[in-house]
């Protein structure tokens, strides 16, 4: 039986991957009295008078809302948000086995930007912590803009930022690897949707010398006609020397590459073409943009994927159960740069110099020191910048 009949097998036994489960016992009239009718009058009083007691009287400090409108779930596209529930029990079941985080899935049948925003913040009073999952460019950066001027708690989109912290922290490590230093490398990214340009957003505020994005239309260069919005911004602070051509054209002496696009989009060639011990994560899943063998054979020095079949898995769940512990363990008001930086370097750090080589960049995904490790960095960073409400983690 292969994986994906395991798969269908598995969630058809066991009807859902994630319960409601009560922390208290409600056996007797004492116990029934005091969770419920008549004495939970006062702490409903309670938060009336003072709302940020909500965190102290229920479980809003622990609880994350998972959230899709299903337009761009996993690599098969806009299935709808009933399809995509699978997927949202998923990332709520990794929410609390790797940070016993609480979370709840939660699935929005429309497509309207201002409806799924207008929802979320209704809903929002009910959580600590939003994760946007699964939407689709350019969509999910103006529901995420939104929100995150409209609430006070930590929104979150994971494909995007999950994926550049992670990409980050297998960069910092490569670069110890290859001998090289971010402000001299080149690197092309190839795909420009939410999480390519997410990406190169962030490894800019990592300090990487110069990015080159390329779509489908090749190399995104400022000025340029028919750019969209999203690429006009990143077209702004990406392309220092204003190449122009394909991808071929782009990794053409780069340092290091980052596909997050389709499979086979890349060949032995383009590799041979790239500055010595180059950098290769081709993320496409679940075929790279080019395998493994292929690109080490073509002289890739460091090689990652979104894979757990081959070395440098490039996985969120080192990332984002972390990076929301630690943001509400201050009750953060946002995921800022410095936090989503703090986690990179979190993540790098639990890979030891001993253990660091080019088929060990990031640390196995169930080593359990990952989640304390960015959530006590998180917690220390949105204190230092400001975003945190409680002052001491």
């Given at each position: ?255 290091a590459f980052v596909g997050v696009s389709k499979p086979g989009l890349v060949n032995a060639d383009m590799i041979k073409s790239m500055n010595d011990k180059p950098i290769v994560f081709a993320m496409a899943n679940p075929t790279p943009e080019i395998m493994p063998d292929k690109a080490k054979q073509a002289g890739a020095f460091i090689v990652g994927t979104g894979r757990s079949d081959f070395p440098n898995q490039i996985n969120n769940v080192v990332a984002f159960p972390g990076i929301f512990k630690g943001a509400l363990a201050v009750r953060a008001k946002d995921i800022n740069e410095e936090m989503k930086l703090a986690a990179s370097f979190a993540i790098a ?45």
């Open positions: 039986m292969d994986i994906m009949q395991k798969a269908l097998e598995f969630h058809k036994r066991i009807n859902g991957k994630i319960e409601v489960v009560s922390r208290t016992k409600i056996n007797d009239r004492e116990s029934l009295s005091v969770a419920y009718t008549p004495g939970v009058a006062e702490p409903c009083l309670k938060i009336k008078e003072d709302p940020n007691l909500s965190y102290e009287l229920t479980r809003r400090a622990n609880l994350v809302a998972v959230i899709t409108d299903g337009t761009a779930v996993l690599g098969l596209g806009d299935i709808g948000g009933l399809a995509g529930m699978p997927v949202m029990e998923g990332k709520c079941a990794l929410f609390k086995e790797f940070a016993d985080v609480d979370a709840f899935p939660l699935c929005i049948k429309s497509k309207d930007t201002d409806e799924i925003v207008r929802t979320i913040e209704l809903i929002s009073d009910s959580f600590g912590g939003i994760n946007l999952e699964d939407i689709a460019a350019p969509r999910c950066f103006e529901i995420e803009k939104k929100l995150k001027e409209r609430l006070d708690i930590p929104v979150f989109h994971d494909d995007q930022h999950g994926t550049a912290i992670v990409v980050g922290a297998a960069l910092i490590n490569a670069c110890k690897v290859a001998d090289k230093k971010l402000g001299d490398l080149t690197l092309v990214i190839n795909g420009a949707g939410a999480a390519g340009t997410a990406i190169g957003k962030f490894l800019i505020s990592l300090g990487v010398g110069n990015i080159i994005m390329v779509d489908i239309n090749g190399i995104i260069c400022e000025g340029d006609e028919n750019l969209s919005d999203a690429h006009k911004e990143i077209s702004k602070i990406t392309n220092k020397n204003h190449i122009k051509g394909s991808l071929a054209d782009a990794l053409k002496g780069a340092d750090s639990c890979v030891t110099d001993n253990e660091l080589c080019a088929d060990y960049i990031l640390p196995d995904s169930f080593d359990r020191k990952i989640p304390k490790a960015v959530s006590k960095a998180v917690a220390e960073a949105a204190i230092k910048s400001g975003a945190a409400k409680i002052k001491e983690v």
